[in-house]
């Protein structure tokens, strides 16, 4: 069966330390990938997606992402994080003609 | 260009009741998709409706409903409330091409109280 797993479920970072939340997925086929933020009590914001080519891939708010086919992976990553990323981030996937698949979520605190 | 707006933002409602969530997607946006958040299940695909059809289904029971209207807004129905039902429902609007590079769009949620 299709799944998306972050196998982190909680992280804690200090403010200006390099961030990197793992993603793994089982599809048949190299899916779609995606990864959204969610603040409290809001809904997800996009960061950035992958979808062919270039394998690094630059999103808002400083983030950037690398797609590695040999692992299954879409990690995403920050070289320095800010106190107001602290969130939860899910990872999703889809294939062509099929719903989102979206991780459990990495919860992020961010200590001051 | 405004984005994807869900109304009302908070409910509360009773075991037994119903009621339906409205959501207008972003302008051009075709396909609306619902999904349910609680803090055990995580993110629970409901329901995709493209074009005012139900184009895909998540495993819930029949008390939970949708219909999309001609200007592609979309409303989600769940009826016979149960306290498990207290979630944070969200919309997603999309372009709704088949092609797989389609990218949702969420909404803030609804967030439903069952008491």
């Known amino acids: 069966a299709q799944s998306v797993t972050q196998p982190d479920i909680h992280i804690t970072v200090s403010e200006g330390a390099s961030l990197e939340l793992r993603c793994n997925y089982s599809?048949?086929?190299?899916?779609?990938l995606f990864w959204y933020v969610q603040s409290p009590g809001q809904g997800l914001q996009l960061l950035l997606k992958y979808f062919s080519g270039d394998t690094l891939v630059q999103g808002i708010k400083g983030f950037e992402a690398e797609f590695k086919r040999s692992q299954s992976s879409f990690n995403l990553r920050k070289p320095s994080v800010h106190w107001s990323d602290a969130a939860e981030y899910f990872c999703?996937?889809?294939?062509?003609?099929?719903?989102?698949?979206f991780g459990p979520g990495t919860s992020l605190s961010v200590i001051p | 260009k405004a984005g994807v707006t869900q109304t009302p933002r908070y409910l509360i409602k009773t075991r037994g009741q119903q009621v339906t969530l409205s959501c207008s997607p972003i302008?051009?946006?075709?396909?609306v998709s619902w999904y349910q958040q609680t803090p055990g299940q995580g993110l629970q695909f409901l329901f995709e409706?493209?074009?005012?059809?139900?184009?895909n289904k998540g495993n819930f029971p029949g008390r939970f409903s949708g219909r999309q209207f001609s200007n592609s807004r979309s409303e989600m129905n769940v009826s016979t409330l149960e306290l498990g039902d207290s979630a944070l429902y969200l919309c997603?609007?999309?372009?709704?091409?088949?092609?797989?590079?389609?990218?949702?769009?969420f909404g803030p949620g609804t967030r439903l109280t069952v008491l």
């Open positions: 999703a996937a889809k294939t062509s003609y099929d719903k989102v698949i």
């Open positions: 997603a609007s999309s372009l709704g091409d088949r092609g797989g590079t389609d990218t949702q769009y």
């Open positions: 302008s051009g946006h075709r396909s």
């Open positions: 599809y048949g086929a190299t899916p779609y």
């Open positions: 409706y493209f074009s005012e059809t139900q184009r």
